[in-house]
């Protein structure tokens, strides 16, 4: 079919007949450009009924979303100027790099609205940037999994190995960076417990991180970074560690750091003993101890509430407004031509 | 069998023509010069082909190629095509430094993109390369019969003929390779050659071969047969050639009258002998095959603009980021130690952060790179060969009769279709079928043949529908050209009833070429005439004044005639209908066979032919001098117009009817006679044998000098009219492209008078309309003061023209320009082209006349540059190429005329009417299709490529991209590739039935309503909003908080695999918001897309750990269950398109585009259900032509009403004749 130019240029000694048969295109609804179509057109009550629709969707999604959002009850305190000692920058990072003063440091939360368990406690860091391309990428993956790679630690750099040229097991830059502030909380001379099991994706610990994988030469180098690790629990117990190595997006983030499993009264006093280790104070870096119930949407942001009522009022508003028009002044038919 | 096939050719036509065969007898004195030197060195080894098969004489063997590449220069070649595009450059940098540690991305997600648009686009290339392949394939395997040895003659393939093979071509074959001609069936070596492959020119051409070869007609004459060629080298020029033989011990000198060309066939001819010169790509077709100039189309010039602004934005971007990279790592990484800056390599050192800054340049270039859609042109390419593939496969331009489809012979143009401003055709073959038809003649003074022409009766027609006063009621499928009613007793008929035709029986020619009907000559009747005398030299001279040769019609026992024009059949067949059948020639004789009446036995009279001086384009005449049996001479002769004014008798009389025949838009010729005495032909004919004989340059002058010494006092006996028939559907076609805003230009070698009657014909001229002719003045002046007069004249007039145009206030009144190939010289030139194109397309129609090729080409190529606009040129000779390759896009009708124009041309259809369907339906389709695909192709690559950069000012500039590296892969090439594809190739605004019924919603495309920068720019705008309302929306849902009910917060992941579903739901809504056409095939691959998107999501879950890494079982896991996820693809999708969504609504309720309207009146069945509105709709949709037969009725139509509403008559309007005599 597409060679009919040359073939008829060319091919002298053929019978005419069959070619020009064959010469003739096949019809068929779909070359010839004619199958059945829908042709859906934005007439006025097609636009109507859309943004009128959008909005009947989006405000009660709205509302909803609000209202979760106003059911979650969230302590949030930021502890990283309280427990620290020295007025400037230099004194700050001084103190929390001396390994010998105590870091304990205790503070006393209200509980503002009766808290249903479970309760998740989050540590959120500020201006931390784990997205930063050199921490992102500093991480074997293969390491973590299978013990036989326990050696591998391409990617890794600059914390591949000890300074003797062992290689560290976790190695990069993320585990190295290991968060190791705790938290223990009390009401009154009653320990709440703080359930450490279950925080990180169960998929990780199950595929991810290796059960027969064992900590090695962590935080051995001249530099200790964040939190040592216990080498004698396998990778996929650890689970601080697993929720650390999902680099978050943002540099403001929260990592889940366990769940108090008991509901919390109103007006009651927690007392927290913080073990202030991390050091944020180089980059001014803020600490806030975050604890919050979850509603089926996750935890307190009216930001999505808001936007669905926005863009659900905006298309009633839209709605209302094409009706208006075209009942005033409906168009007629009219070529421009 | 050579032999007995020879009995009936034995004719030397050397003896009888003039110009063409003359050859110089006397050569003894001169000697062929030798030739030596650079571009002589050939030598041919006569009969031993073997002495070419090694060096110093090996030439190339007779295999063509016209591949572009072979297996080895495939991958080489194919990829450097391919990365002669500046985009593809930069994407072959980005991927070879994505095996550096600079890159963002892994190699493999940089590298498999680019391989897949690239491979693509290479197999398509390779594809292509096949076919031609295939196509050499066929030529190389021909098979002719070559000399073997011992004059034995055997078939060989093409390929494998060697210089210095003797061949011998059959009739109808092609000849092998450039031949020399040793001898032919004919004795004295003639033979007929038609070069249609060569230059498209269909009357055949003679050749002759020397006298010293003549022998060698036999197989067995070879056996010992050996002659040395010297002759030059290998070129281009088709009508040179330089040589001479050495045969027999005697140098004689070629020339090109003995070179049988490659590609040329061999017809009305037994065979011929002959040997090969110049085989394989030496030969002069294959040295002159040139590729056409490859064009582009205005949108994709366009394009690349635009993907040089998404280029700068991209650096711009870039260098914003790593100057903040640069700062960022000076100033604060030193205090984050978590990244220990103190280890920096220079990628990230504070203390170089200048350099790490640059470093950082170069991954910002790679990471930004989605902003430039690295899929657009191989998706453009997979577009246009699907449209190709619709044009080609329209069965609506399926011409039965030739068996040809229309084709789009380069498919990078067709979106130019849709954007034509002026079409420039050809007059012979493409407006009119070249099929003579003999349908008038004028006899001592009286006019017979009663039938009409087309022209007078598409004249009659119109007047009678003018004459009601209302267009004929249109529905769907009507046609007012076929509707053959005849409304009587309207109350205006009898105000403009002119004329009547006989249009009530409608003639069906029974013989082809020939129409005449009119009892007065027919069935013998003629002798009762009362100048029967004349009228038998009538038919005699139409009988004998001829170079035809007859050829015997098994079938119908009759005869078939070869001739040179398709006049000359016209007139044979002719006078073979009026009795005087032409049935045998000889060397020297003509017989024909005369019949006074149909009841008597046909007398065989022979006439002896003495002199045969053919037509020439200067002499424009062409006679016999005969001598009858009983030894009286005549000279017969016919010829232009100009001949009857030589005449005396019936003078007057024959020149009105030359007149009236013209206006009919008939092809006429005046015939003449006279008697010589014996005594003044021998003197006439010794001078001429002596001019014949003498050798120089000024020969032809001489013979021509004396031929027309013989041609003068002629006594004319009457004129011919034939028919040039319209071409099916002709004047239908300018009439609906007139309708569509089209403006069109005739450019015809034709004499003007032919021309302005085919512009009646076809509706380009109307009565009323103001014709401006540009004529120049003839003196015989010194020719410097005689150009300068004329130009300063022309000048004048053209300025004149202009005011006229000017100051004409009546916004309804038209003007046509009629210029000749004489004053187109001047007006063509530097200092006056640009007043003559401003008064042009001022003028609704344009003719040019009696124009050589060349200034097709220029007139082309002056509306192209000098308008600015898409100009479209369609014709189908060789005089067209040049016209076809300057215009914007060439149309070459295959036809009859030969290949050269389809060759050269980009579209291919075999009818003039089918460009209208060509332009209006698949040129408006393929426009905005193409155009509306780029626009959204740049809206997503924005929309997606813009996410990145604001991701990178939260990660402070360090090049980490949110999304997975496979997301980035798959998006180009998987996930939004087949949608925009599906919307390039199906969409349709309206339906094809509905584009032919509103023509003028063809003008969106002229218009460049769709891809003007308003649009494009709107279509940026919108992909940035949507940019900014996917990313932060995005982010303020998944903010620190947890995002779902079991606590746990987003990780980059999370949030990159959200965002990256919004996207991909965003776009995708948008193409399926853009579409207006959904078949299964649109719904499959837009939702298709969509869940493409989750399987891979899914699949890409559960595969391994080590390839998905944070990614794993993401869907099933993390995102999946939380309604948070869902919720914020729902918002994203819906908040991005609303904006797109109130554009459109408020366009299509407040300010329609007219295929809204026409949409609309379809949706709601208006179109159905009232009828009077769809028809007012569709009128005006045709309100602004001029030219064409609705704007005629339209035209008429006002006169009508200007004159009953004024009761006053209004004189007709005035022809302009700006004639300076």
């Known amino acids: 079919m597409n060679n009919s130019a040359a073939s008829t240029s060319s091919g002298s000694g053929d019978v005419p007949a069959p070619r020009r048969n064959s010469n003739r295109p096949k019809y068929s609804r779909f070359t010839q450009q004619e199958l059945p179509a829908c042709k859906p057109i934005l007439t006025p009550r097609w636009v109507i009924t859309v943004f009128t629709l959008i909005g009947v969707i989006f405000v009660p999604i709205g509302v909803a979303a609000l209202m979760a959002s106003n059911k979650v009850v969230e302590i949030v305190y930021r502890y990283d100027a309280v427990c620290i000692h020295g007025n400037t920058k230099d004194e700050k990072v001084a103190y929390i790099q001396n390994a010998n003063t105590s870091k304990t440091c205790i503070i006393t939360l209200t509980v503002p609205k009766d808290m249903d368990q479970p309760i998740y406690v989050y540590y959120q860091l500020d201006n931390f940037y784990q997205n930063h391309r050199r921490y992102v990428k500093s991480r074997n993956d293969a390491q973590l999994k299978d013990s036989d790679k326990a050696n591998d630690t391409s990617g890794c750099d600059p914390e591949k190995t000890t300074p003797d040229g062992s290689p560290i097991l976790p190695c990069g830059l993320i585990a190295w960076s290991l968060f190791n502030d705790t938290y223990s909380f009390s009401i009154g001379n009653q320990n709440l417990t703080v359930n450490k099991v279950g925080i990180s994706w169960k998929s990780d610990r199950d595929h991810k991180f290796g059960d027969n994988v064992f900590p090695r030469n962590f935080q051995n180098g001249t530099l200790k970074g964040g939190a040592s690790l216990n080498e004698s629990i396998p990778l996929s117990q650890q689970e601080d560690l697993i929720v650390w190595m999902r680099t978050a997006a943002l540099p403001t983030f929260r990592k889940p750091y366990g769940k108090i499993e008991q509901n919390l009264r109103v007006n009651e006093t927690i007392t927290v003993i913080i073990q202030n280790y991390y050091n944020t104070y180089s980059f001014s870096g803020k600490k806030k101890l975050v604890l919050s119930t979850s509603s089926w949407l996750g935890g307190k942001n009216d930001f999505t509430g808001i936007a669905y009522l926005t863009i659900g009022g905006l298309c009633f508003f839209l709605a209302t407004a094409f009706a208006v028009v075209y009942l005033v002044k409906p168009r007629y038919v009219l070529l421009q031509i | 069998m050579a032999r007995q096939g020879r009995r009936r050719d034995r004719l030397q036509w050397s003896k009888l023509y003039s110009f063409a065969c003359v050859r110089p007898t006397v050569l003894d004195d001169e000697q062929p010069s030798s030739f030596v030197g650079p571009g002589y060195s050939r030598i041919v080894h006569c009969n031993q082909p073997q002495l070419h098969r090694k060096k110093p004489l090996k030439y190339t063997s007779n295999y063509i190629t016209t591949t572009k590449y072979n297996i080895i220069t495939f991958l080489p070649k194919a990829l450097f095509e391919q990365f002669r595009r500046v985009a593809n450059v930069y994407f072959l940098l980005a991927a070879v430094l994505s095996l550096t540690p600079v890159?963002?991305?892994?190699?493999?997600?940089?590298?498999?993109?680019?391989?897949?648009?690239?491979?693509?686009?290479?197999?398509?290339?390779?594809?292509?390369?096949?076919?031609?392949?295939?196509?050499?394939?066929?030529?190389?395997?021909?098979?002719?019969?070559?000399?073997?040895?011992?004059?034995?003659?055997?078939?060989?393939?093409?390929?494998?003929?060697?210089?210095?093979?003797?061949?011998?071509?059959?009739?109808?074959?092609?000849?092998?390779?450039?031949?020399?001609?040793?001898?032919?069936?004919?004795?004295?070596?003639?033979?007929?050659?038609?070069?249609?492959?060569?230059?498209?020119?269909?009357?055949?051409?003679?050749?002759?071969?020397?006298?010293?070869?003549?022998?060698?007609?036999?197989?067995?004459?070879?056996?010992?047969?050996?002659?040395?060629?010297?002759?030059?080298?290998?070129?281009?020029?088709?009508?040179?050639?330089?040589?001479?033989?050495?045969?027999?011990?005697?140098?004689?000198?070629?020339?090109?009258?003995?070179?049988?060309?490659?590609?040329?066939?061999?017809?009305?001819?037994?065979?011929?002998?002959?040997?090969?010169?110049?085989?394989?790509?030496?030969?002069?077709?294959?040295?002159?095959?040139?590729?056409?100039?490859?064009?582009?189309?205005?949108?994709?010039?366009?394009?690349?603009?635009?993907?040089?602004?998404?280029?700068?934005?991209?650096?711009?971007?870039?260098?914003?980021?790593?100057?903040?990279?640069?700062?960022?790592?000076?100033?604060?990484?030193?205090?984050?130690?978590?990244?220990?800056?103190?280890?920096?390599?220079?990628?990230?050192?504070?203390?170089?952060?200048?350099?790490?800054?640059?470093?950082?340049?170069?991954?910002?270039?790679?990471?930004?790179?989605?902003?430039?859609?690295?899929?657009?042109?191989?998706?453009?390419?997979?577009?246009?060969?699907?449209?190709?593939?619709?044009?080609?496969?329209?069965?609506?331009?399926?011409?039965?009769?030739?068996?040809?489809?229309?084709?789009?012979?380069?498919?990078?143009?067709?979106?130019?279709?849709?954007?034509?401003?002026?079409?420039?055709?050809?007059?012979?073959?493409?407006?009119?079928?070249?099929?003579?038809?003999?349908?008038?003649?004028?006899?001592?003074?009286?006019?017979?043949?009663?039938?009409?022409?087309?022209?007078?009766?598409?004249?009659?027609?119109?007047?009678?529908?003018?004459?009601?006063?209302?267009?004929?009621?249109?529905?769907?499928?009507?046609?007012?050209?076929?509707?053959?009613?005849?409304?009587?007793?309207?109350?205006?008929?009898?105000?403009?009833?002119?004329?009547?035709?006989?249009?009530?029986?409608?003639?069906?020619?029974?013989?082809?070429?020939?129409?005449?009907?009119?009892?007065?000559?027919?069935?013998?009747?003629?002798?009762?005439?009362?100048?029967?005398?004349?009228?038998?030299?009538?038919?005699?001279?139409?009988?004998?004044?001829?170079?035809?040769?007859?050829?015997?019609?098994?079938?119908?026992?009759?005869?078939?005639?070869?001739?040179?024009?398709?006049?000359?059949?016209?007139?044979?067949?002719?006078?073979?209908?009026?009795?005087?059948?032409?049935?045998?020639?000889?060397?020297?004789?003509?017989?024909?066979?005369?019949?006074?009446?149909?009841?008597?036995?046909?007398?065989?009279?022979?006439?002896?032919?003495?002199?045969?001086?053919?037509?020439?384009?200067?002499?424009?005449?062409?006679?016999?001098?005969?001598?009858?049996?009983?030894?009286?001479?005549?000279?017969?002769?016919?010829?232009?117009?100009?001949?009857?004014?030589?005449?005396?008798?019936?003078?007057?009389?024959?020149?009105?009817?030359?007149?009236?025949?013209?206006?009919?838009?008939?092809?006429?010729?005046?015939?003449?006679?006279?008697?010589?005495?014996?005594?003044?032909?021998?003197?006439?004919?010794?001078?001429?044998?002596?001019?014949?004989?003498?050798?120089?340059?000024?020969?032809?002058?001489?013979?021509?000098?004396?031929?027309?010494?013989?041609?003068?006092?002629?006594?004319?006996?009457?004129?011919?009219?034939?028919?040039?028939?319209?071409?099916?559907?002709?004047?239908?076609?300018?009439?609906?492209?007139?309708?569509?805003?089209?403006?069109?230009?005739?450019?015809?070698?034709?004499?003007?008078?032919?021309?302005?009657?085919?512009?009646?014909?076809?509706?380009?001229?109307?009565?009323?309309?103001?014709?401006?002719?540009?004529?120049?003045?003839?003196?015989?002046?010194?020719?410097?003061?005689?150009?300068?007069?004329?130009?300063?004249?022309?000048?004048?007039?053209?300025?004149?023209?202009?005011?006229?145009?000017?100051?004409?206030?009546?916004?309804?009144?038209?003007?046509?320009?009629?210029?000749?190939?004489?004053?187109?010289?001047?007006?063509?030139?530097?200092?006056?082209?640009?007043?003559?194109?401003?008064?042009?397309?001022?003028?609704?129609?344009?003719?040019?006349?009696?124009?050589?090729?060349?200034?097709?080409a220029l007139v082309t190529r002056l509306v192209k540059e000098g308008t600015g606009k898409v100009t479209l040129a369609i014709g189908d000779g060789a005089n067209d190429v040049g016209m076809i390759q300057e215009a914007d896009i060439g149309v070459g009708i295959s036809g009859v005329e030969g290949m050269q124009a389809v060759m050269a041309s980009d579209f291919s259809i075999s009818q003039f009417r089918f460009l209208e369907r060509l332009l209006v339906v698949h040129g408006h389709w393929c426009y905005k299709r193409i155009a509306l695909m780029i626009c959204y192709f740049f809206y997503k690559n924005i929309a997606f490529g813009l996410t990145i950069f604001y991701f990178e000012a939260y990660t402070g500039f360090s090049g980490q991209s949110v999304y997975d590296n496979w997301y980035m892969l798959l998006f180009n090439v998987v996930l939004t590739s087949l949608p925009v594809i599906t919307l390039g190739a199906f969409e349709q605004d309206v339906s094809s039935d509905v584009c032919l019924q509103f023509p003028a919603l063809y003008q969106q495309g002229p218009k460049n309503l769709f891809f003007d920068w308003y649009r494009i720019i709107g279509w940026m705008f919108n992909g940035l909003y949507t940019s900014i309302a996917i990313y932060f929306l995005n982010i303020g849902m998944l903010y620190h908080q947890a995002f779902r009910a079991g606590g746990q917060t987003a990780d980059m992941a999370v949030v990159g695999t959200t965002m990256f579903t919004c996207i991909i739901w965003v776009v995708n809504v948008q193409i399926a918001l853009i579409m207006s056409h959904f078949t299964w095939i649109q719904h499959l691959f837009v939702w298709g897309s969509v869940a493409t998107w989750y399987l891979f999501l899914v699949a890409y879950g559960a595969s391994s750990q080590t390839i998905s890494e944070n990614s794993y079982q993401i869907l099933s896991e993390a995102i999946g269950p939380a309604p948070m996820f869902w919720i914020a693809t729902v918002i994203v999708t819906c908040a991005c398109n609303i904006p797109y969504l109130v554009h459109i609504s408020f366009q299509r309720m407040f300010n329609p585009l007219d295929h809204h309207v026409i949409q609309e009146i379809k949706y709601y069945k208006k179109d159905v259900e009232d009828q009077r509105m769809w028809k007012r709709e569709k009128n005006k949709a045709r309100q602004k032509t001029k030219i064409g037969f609705t704007a005629r009725v339209d035209a008429k139509i006002r006169h009508l009403r200007g004159r009953l509403n004024k009761r006053v008559l209004s004189t007709s309007p005035k022809t302009v004749q700006e004639q300076i005599i």
């Not at chain 2, 290998?234 to 020339?255: A, C, M, R």
């Not at chain 2, 902003?371 to 246009?384: H, Q």
């Open chain 2, 103 to 856: 890159s963002p991305f892994t190699p493999v997600s940089m590298i498999a993109p680019l391989a897949f648009v690239v491979g693509l686009s290479m197999a398509k290339e390779a594809l292509e390369d096949w076919r031609r392949f295939m196509q050499d394939l066929k030529v190389n395997s021909r098979e002719v019969s070559v000399h073997r040895a011992e004059g034995q003659f055997s078939y060989k393939q093409w390929q494998n003929i060697r210089v210095g093979d003797v061949v011998k071509v059959e009739k109808d074959q092609f000849f092998p390779a450039d031949l020399l001609l040793l001898s032919s069936s004919y004795e004295d070596g003639i033979c007929y050659v038609e070069t249609m492959n060569l230059d498209g020119e269909t009357n055949l051409k003679v050749k002759r071969s020397l006298e010293v070869t003549l022998a060698l007609d036999d197989d067995q004459t070879f056996r010992d047969f050996t002659a040395i060629i010297r002759c030059e080298d290998p070129n281009p020029s088709l009508y040179t050639f330089v040589g001479n033989i050495d045969f027999e011990q005697q140098l004689h000198s070629l020339e090109p009258n003995q070179i049988l060309l490659r590609d040329s066939k061999l017809r009305n001819t037994t065979y011929v002998y002959g040997v090969a010169i110049f085989t394989g790509h030496d030969s002069k077709v294959m040295q002159n095959a040139t590729k056409s100039p490859s064009k582009r189309s205005r949108i994709e010039k366009k394009m690349d603009q635009i993907i040089y602004f998404l280029f700068t934005v991209l650096v711009l971007i870039s260098v914003i980021s790593s100057i903040g990279f640069a700062v960022i790592t000076k100033y604060k990484m030193p205090d984050w130690w978590y990244l220990r800056p103190d280890k920096g390599t220079s990628l990230y050192d504070p203390k170089r952060a200048a350099l790490s800054g640059l470093f950082h340049l170069i991954t910002a270039l790679i990471l930004y790179g989605y902003l430039i859609p690295i899929s657009l042109y191989v998706s453009i390419e997979v577009v246009k060969v699907l449209q190709a593939t619709f044009i080609n496969g329209d069965v609506l331009m399926y011409d039965e009769d030739t068996g040809n489809h229309a084709q789009a012979r380069t498919s990078n143009l067709n979106e130019e279709l849709g954007q034509v401003d002026t079409v420039l055709s050809d007059k012979t073959g493409t407006l009119t079928c070249n099929q003579m038809n003999f349908l008038k003649c004028s006899i001592a003074g009286v006019s017979y043949g009663v039938l009409s022409s087309e022209v007078e009766i598409a004249a009659a027609k119109q007047m009678e529908s003018e004459a009601t006063g209302t267009p004929r009621p249109q529905s769907g499928t009507h046609d007012i050209w076929r509707d053959d009613a005849y409304i009587h007793g309207s109350p205006a008929t009898d105000l403009i009833h002119e004329k009547k035709f006989t249009i009530d029986n409608p003639r069906k020619p029974p013989i082809k070429g020939f129409s005449f009907e009119d009892e007065r000559l027919m069935h013998g009747n003629w002798a009762k005439e009362p100048t029967a005398d004349t009228i038998l030299l009538f038919f005699r001279i139409l009988a004998l004044c001829h170079t035809a040769i007859p050829e015997p019609n098994e079938e119908t026992d009759g005869f078939t005639y070869e001739a040179e024009s398709p006049d000359e059949v016209a007139f044979l067949v002719a006078a073979r209908e009026f009795g005087f059948e032409f049935c045998k020639r000889t060397q020297s004789s003509v017989f024909i066979r005369e019949k006074y009446s149909p009841s008597e036995d046909s007398i065989e009279r022979e006439l002896k032919i003495l002199n045969l001086l053919e037509f020439n384009s200067k002499r424009k005449r062409m006679s016999v001098i005969v001598r009858d049996e009983i030894g009286k001479i005549f000279l017969f002769c016919k010829g232009a117009d100009r001949l009857a004014k030589n005449g005396r008798l019936y003078e007057s009389e024959t020149s009105k009817h030359l007149t009236e025949y013209g206006e009919a838009g008939l092809r006429t010729l005046a015939l003449a006679y006279k008697v010589l005495d014996q005594s003044e032909y021998s003197a006439w004919n010794a001078e001429f044998l002596k001019a014949k004989t003498t050798i120089g340059s000024d020969r032809e002058a001489l013979v021509e000098r004396i031929s027309d010494l013989m041609e003068r006092d002629l006594i004319l006996v009457g004129a011919t009219a034939v028919e040039d028939k319209l071409q099916k559907g002709v004047p239908q076609c300018i009439d609906k492209l007139a309708q569509a805003g089209i403006k069109i230009w005739v450019l015809t070698g034709d004499k003007i008078e032919t021309a302005v009657n085919i512009g009646f014909a076809c509706s380009l001229l109307r009565q009323g309309m103001k014709q401006i002719y540009l004529s120049t003045v003839n003196n015989d002046m010194l020719v410097q003061d005689a150009n300068k007069a004329a130009k300063e004249n022309l000048s004048m007039q053209i300025a004149n023209a202009s005011r006229m145009v000017m100051l004409e206030k009546d916004p309804y009144e038209a003007f046509a320009l009629i210029i000749d190939g004489k004053t187109l010289t001047y007006a063509l030139e530097d200092d006056m082209k640009n007043n003559f194109l401003n008064l042009a397309v001022n003028c609704a129609s344009v003719l040019c006349c009696r124009v050589s090729p060349r200034q097709k």
